[in-house]
């Protein structure tokens, strides 16, 4: 998913260019929006920031609508009232141009920026994405773990199964199992079903495993 297509991309631009009356394609619209990201260099140079930098406060957190960026004239509509500060329009436009494939700055920086502008599910996905382009790196998973630690005290049933994860393995910070078991509390907000939920109790169940074999 997240192998770069530059060349795509530009060709895909550039026919654009040529053919702007013509109707586009699903992949030839993502790809047009994608590009018109990329090429958005204030966007592009806050993705390189930390997402928990930039992490709204409780106070100013937007609530995640439905989405509303389906549909080809719809994800046009999305780029324009991102631009303009909808946090939502940017949340739901990467998550409609991500599975399309192309390059991470395609999708990533409407993450980071959806991030800032309030919608803390999308700290959550931008640390992830983060993490999925550069894993080894240290400062990486520092800034990933602190993302997720913020993002979970501030409610994100996701940020709290990732941030457990990390604590109950010890990556990019210090193990701590009792707290991982305390911020997996918070990851079945929205019931059983919820792959945060059932993330979080095979998580559980592991570290309960591993924390009695070392007792016995």
Not at 20 to 26: E, G
Not at 169 to 183: C, N, P, Q, S
Request: hydrophobic share 40%; charged share 20%.
């Amino acid at each position: 998913m997240r192998v770069a297509h530059h060349l795509w991309l530009l060709a895909i631009t550039l026919l654009g260019a040529l053919h702007a009356n013509a109707a586009q394609d699903p992949l030839e619209l993502s790809a047009s929006l994608a590009a018109r990201v990329q090429a958005n260099t204030a966007w592009q140079a806050q993705a390189k920031k930390c997402p928990a930098e930039s992490m709204p406060t409780r106070a100013t957190l937007q609530p995640l609508r439905a989405d509303s960026c389906q549909g080809a004239g719809s994800m046009e509509s999305c780029l324009a009232r991102c631009e303009t500060g909808d946090a939502n329009a940017c949340y739901w436009l990467a998550n409609g141009l991500q599975p399309a494939g192309g390059a991470d700055e395609g999708y990533e920086p409407l993450y980071q920026r959806a991030c800032s502008l309030g919608v803390i599910s999308a700290c959550t996905n931008r640390a992830a994405g983060m993490l999925a382009a550069d894993a080894d790196s240290p400062e990486v998973r520092q800034c990933a773990v602190q993302t997720f630690a913020k993002a979970c005290d501030l409610d994100d049933p996701w940020a709290c199964t990732m941030y457990g994860f990390h604590l109950s393995r010890g990556i990019g910070v210090k193990a701590d199992l009792e707290l991982a078991l305390k911020v997996l509390q918070k990851s079945c907000t929205f019931g059983p079903q919820d792959p945060a939920c059932s993330g979080a109790e095979k998580l559980r169940e592991d570290i309960l495993r591993a924390r009695h074999a070392a007792e016995s």
